[in-house]
């Protein structure tokens, strides 16, 4: 059995616009990385972190305390340390945190021959998502784990669904450099919604789901739609309606806030459709004073990767 790990474990985008806290999916090219080790000491230990000021304290960090609530489980006759490289900023949008969680237990599992499926897997995760927003959500989580795009029926008990990917969608994300907090992200929603933006969503979930089922791009364009949220949340980002209208114009399927933002995605057909998009994007933010970084990803329908 092995003693030691690398993986890296991908950035996600939550609630595809019309899929709050249930759809999600898992980006290629940017995520962190991580090495997790056994040791003889018991407990879980984080010995390193690189990139980003986090807290080394097992319990203040979301991925210790992902791995304590495995390790708790599991009750194992040896420990493990564990070492953070992160490349995605925390805040961003782009699951910076379910990263951290989803990788530190990915590891675990592996270095323990395996016991937990991934349904286990990303309820144990989702108690390192609960330290960082407050609410135990799994649409972060979930593409993290099973790669590619997730549904999360429900979570108490956790039920995932895996949907299929279109094999030429590509994802564009640009993330301005403002914060957002995602528990003020939740605090500006409403509690209730009129019926009328209720039927409109669950109709686009339902499409968007069929879509990628049936590789209908035009389905997927017409599905990306969301009256529930992004009204609210759009406020929070500067420019939000202007990356959009540039996005659609420039080719993309839809745009969207990336979970709670300040990052905002978009899907498109083909990777020179995802770069036209890329620039687009760049046009709208280089005209301001905000900093911004963006990516062009595939769909990355494999999760968190062994290095
Ligand atoms: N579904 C979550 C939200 C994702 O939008 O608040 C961010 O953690």
Redesign the pocket.
Known sequence: MIDEIKIFSPATV??VSCG??VLGFCLDTVGDEMIVRKTSEKGIRIIKIEGYDLPLETQKNVAGVAALALYDDAKPDYGFEIEIYKNIKPGS?IGSSSASASGSIFAINELLGKPYNQTQLTNFAMKG?ALA?GSE?A??IAPGIFGGFTLVKSTSPLEVLQLPTPYDLYATIIHPQIEVK?SE??AILPKEIPMKNAITQWANVGSLVHALHTNDYELISKSLNDVV?EPYRSQLIPHFKDVKNETINAGALGCGIS??GPSIFALSKGIENAKNVENAMKMVYSKTPIDFNTYVSKINTDGVKIL
């Open positions: 939550a609630n709050f806290d949008g998502e927003s959500h649409d972060n995602t992200a939740r949220v979970g709670s």
